[in-house]
Nanobody, 123 residues
């Protein structure tokens, strides 16, 4: 099992910056990839950015250049630095982890989610 706890959400003015954090605990050595998703009211949850255990990052095209994902393996913490925030960034942001363990021929895989942290961007 992997537990994920997000923090850092809040109310920010347009143009401002914020950094979200996600601390993983439990079977953290099984984590292969972590990511940030967001879900705005009335919309589906969407991937914003992800980072593999090897450090390969991915960003959704719309957020390239504004958001930066990073991970501190020593503290099992993932971050999302968000700059030049817009009202349309308002959403609940969720931390996600893919985990895999066991022998290749009988690989176990699982997905884990945090409880979410709310970001509101408004004047």
């Amino acid at each position: 099992q992997v537990q994920l706890v997000e923090s850092g959400g809040g109310l920010v003015q347009p143009g401002g910056s914020l950094r979200l954090s996600c601390v993983a605990s439990g079977r953290t050595r099984s984590i292969t990839r972590m990511g940030w998703y967001r879900q705005a009211p009335g919309k589906e949850r969407e991937l914003v950015a992800s980072i593999t255990s090897g450090g390969v990052v991915y960003y959704v095209d719309s957020e390239k250049g504004r958001f930066t994902i990073s991970r501190d393996a020593s503290t099992n913490t993932m971050y999302l630095q968000m700059n030049t925030l817009k009202p349309e960034d308002t959403a609940a942001y969720y931390c996600h982890a893919n985990a895999a363990w066991g022998p290749v021929e009988r690989l176990n895989e699982a997905d884990y989610w945090g409880q979410g942290t709310q970001l509101t961007v408004q004047s």
